[in-house]
Antibody, heavy 123, light 108 residues
Framework: EVQLVESGGRVVRPGGSLRLSCAAS????????MNWVRQAPGKGLEWVSG????????AYADSVKGRFTISRDNGETSLYLQMNSLTVEDTALYYC????????????????WGQGTLVTVSS | SYDLTQPPAVSVSPGQTARITCSGD??????SFWYQQKPGQAPVLIIY???KRPSGIPERFSGSSSGTTVTLTISGVQAEDEADYYC???????????FGGGTKLTVL
């Protein structure tokens, strides 16, 4: 059974940093691209960042470029999101999502999602 | 970045057909995907590659594509289909992933 379990969300002050983790199990992790997607309270889904199977290709939404860094450890079957210079606009539930399809890229369908970890940026 | 446009809301009576559109310039070149999200739950993939259905998704859900618009059709809508629906695709260079703004389906 595919499982994605996010962790690391908490309350943080504006300007602060946070590292989110996503522990993956039930599939061959290094065969798949992975993504972070967030959802602000009462709002829609927003793609944050994606990474291909090897970590050699990454991409970011304009809203987080230069502040967030996505990475993965295929040996630990884990996905990470380092978040710096946080603002109140970054307050959201952050989901980890697997990119399916017949390639190992990040831009295919998101066929499995975790339950999310809540990041609250507040003074 | 890249934008996908959906209607904010669609309402139908039980048993009727609901159609939710999604428009974007790169849709003729890139596949579209659809998700259903119910309150307090993670999104669930219901359509991939414009018109394919994952296993376990009811046949009443279908997808189609025409030019810069893709459409999610729910035939014989049931009360349990009341949810938010999101389209997703990539830009023409497959660099940015984008979600539409979401459509709230209300079953009257």
């Amino acid at each position: 059974e595919v499982q994605l379990v996010e962790s690391g969300g908490r309350v943080v002050r504006p300007g602060g940093s946070l590292r989110l983790s996503c522990a993956a199990s039930g599939f061959t992790f290094y065969d798949y691209g992975m993504n972070w997607v967030r959802q602000a309270p009462g709002k829609g889904l927003e793609w944050v960042s994606g990474i291909n199977w090897s970590g050699g290709t990454t991409a970011y939404a304009d809203s987080v470029k230069g502040r967030f860094t996505i990475s993965r450890d295929n040996g630990e079957t884990s996905l990470y999101l380092q978040m710096n210079s946080l603002t109140v606009e970054d307050t959201a539930l952050y989901y980890c999502a697997r990119s399916g399809g017949d390639s190992s890229a990040y831009y295919n369908e998101f066929d499995y999602w975790g339950q999310g970890t809540l990041v609250t940026v507040s003074s | 970045s890249y934008d996908l446009t959906q209607p904010p809301a669609v309402s139908v009576s039980p048993g009727q057909t609901a159609r939710i559109t999604c428009s974007g310039d790169a849709l003729p070149k890139q596949f579209s995907f659809w998700y259903q999200q119910k309150p307090g739950q993670a999104p669930v993939l219901i359509i991939y590659k414009d018109r394919k259905r994952p296993s376990g998704i009811p046949e009443r859900f279908s997808g189609s594509s025409s030019g810069t618009t893709v459409t999610l059709t729910i035939s014989g809508v049931q009360a349990e289909d009341e949810a938010d629906y999101y389209c997703q695709s990539a830009d023409s260079s497959r660099t940015y992933v984008t979600f539409g703004g979401g459509t709230k389906l209300t079953v009257l």
